[in-house]
């Protein structure tokens, strides 16, 4: 099992449709977990971080869920601007001194919001 | 404002050339990284630091060399390009080392 798996996608929803994203994990050791989006031919950028507890930024909403190891993202009313590629990112281990820091980001799943 | 910059954007280079990719921060963040790019690959790490003069590597740090002397700057250099290292780099930052800010990338071809 790879360590962070995506589907690449792509998922093409109409505009003002909900669509939801998963991501699954293989070390259930993982601590942090973060969305980034990136635009086609552009650097990813910081989305949310995504807590156990859920949280929601707008139409945005993450979800953890440690005991099945993945975690969501749900857009809802989807917009055009939507469209991107989404990347979820996976700190098995914060830096705490030489060699001890760990991250895999997956490969991303690709939106297209059809108008 | 410029926040993290990379330079140059664009650079075509041949085997064998020592090739050095620049990148800036403005925010005085204690962390930054180098990550490149593929196709089918997503995000690799390559190399990062924790402070001036801490640095570590990543993921896939063969073939690449970094330093850290300031802070705000944290320049990637190929000592010998290969055609494999034909990719886009990405350089980011952060106060920690969670949540990252990503420069606007530097694609790189070597012929």
């Known amino acids: 099992r790879k360590e962070v798996e995506q589907d690449p996608g792509p998922f093409n929803v109409p505009e003002g449709a909900t669509v939801a994203f998963n991501c699954t994990y293989s070390n259930s050791a993982s601590q942090s977990f973060f969305w980034y989006r990136q635009d086609c031919r552009k650097e990813p950028k910081l989305l949310m971080s995504?807590?156990?507890s859920g949280n929601e930024d707008g139409r945005f909403t993450a979800q953890l869920n440690r005991a099945s190891q993945y975690i969501s993202l749900l857009i809802r009313d989807s917009k055009l601007s939507d469209s991107a590629t989404y990347l979820c990112?996976?700190?098995?281990?914060?830096?705490?001194?030489?060699?001890?820091?760990?991250?895999?980001f997956g490969k991303g799943t690709k939106l297209s919001v059809i108008p | 404002d410029a926040g993290i910059t990379q330079s140059p954007r664009y650079k075509i280079t041949e085997t064998g050339r020592q090739v050095t990719l620049m990148c800036h921060q403005t925010?005085?963040?204690?962390?930054m990284f180098w990550y490149r790019q593929d196709l089918g690959h997503g995000l690799r790490l390559i190399y990062y630091?924790?402070?001036?003069?801490?640095?570590d590597k990543g993921e896939v740090p063969d073939g690449y060399v970094v330093s850290r002397s300031k802070t705000e700057n944290f320049p990637l250099t190929l000592e010998s390009a290969t055609r494999s290292q034909t990719s886009v780099y990405f350089c980011?930052?952060?106060?920690?080392?969670?949540?990252?800010?990503f420069g606007p990338g530097t694609r790189l071809t070597v012929t």
């Open positions: 990112v996976v700190i098995l281990s914060p830096y705490s001194g030489a060699g001890s820091y760990q991250l895999t």
């Open positions: 980011a930052s952060g106060i920690g080392s969670y949540e990252q800010y």
């Open positions: 925010w005085s963040h204690s962390y």
């Open positions: 630091s924790a402070a001036a003069d801490i640095t």
């Open positions: 995504v807590y156990s």
